[in-house]
Nanobody, 129 residues
Framework: QVQVVESGGGLVEAGEYLTLTCTASGMRFEGSYVGWFRQTPGKEREGISCIPPSGRITYYADSVKGRFTFSRDNAKNILSLQMNSLKPEDTGMYYC??????????????????????WGPGTQVTVSA
């Protein structure tokens, strides 16, 4: 069973940055679909970035494009989400996930389909105005 753990969240002011990381036990990220999701207050969880197995392109939601950078370190088996120029509307719980080998895909809006469960504990990001 895949288990992921997110870390790196915190309380920052608007315009500042954070770097989130995701580690996994039970599998390697290399060669897999991987994605970041977030759940902001009052909304459902949404995918914000996705990397396909090839790693040749990274997909982002419009809301984070140009500010967030998603990377996969195959040697360390870590996912990172560099978040710059944070805005209050970025406040929420952030989750990483691995996609099903034969069912996942990356959509142009940054969403990764068919994330494998269970979800990790997430990491809270709070951005003050």
């Amino acid at each position: 069973q895949v288990q992921v753990v997110e870390s790196g969240g915190g309380l920052v002011e608007a315009g500042e940055y954070l770097t989130l990381t995701c580690t996994a036990s039970g599998m390697r990220f290399e060669g897999s679909y991987v994605g970041w999701f977030r759940q902001t207050p009052g909304k459902e969880r949404e995918g914000i970035s996705c990397i396909p197995p090839s790693g040749r392109i990274t997909y982002y939601a419009d809301s984070v494009k140009g500010r967030f950078t998603f990377s996969r370190d195959n040697a360390k088996n870590i996912l990172s989400l560099q978040m710059n120029s944070l805005k209050p509307e970025d406040t929420g719980m952030y989750y990483c996930a691995v996609g099903g080998l034969t069912t996942a895909s990356c959509r142009g809006n940054g969403e990764m389909t068919s994330p494998l469960g269970p979800w990790g504990p997430g990491t809270q990001v709070t951005v003050s105005a």
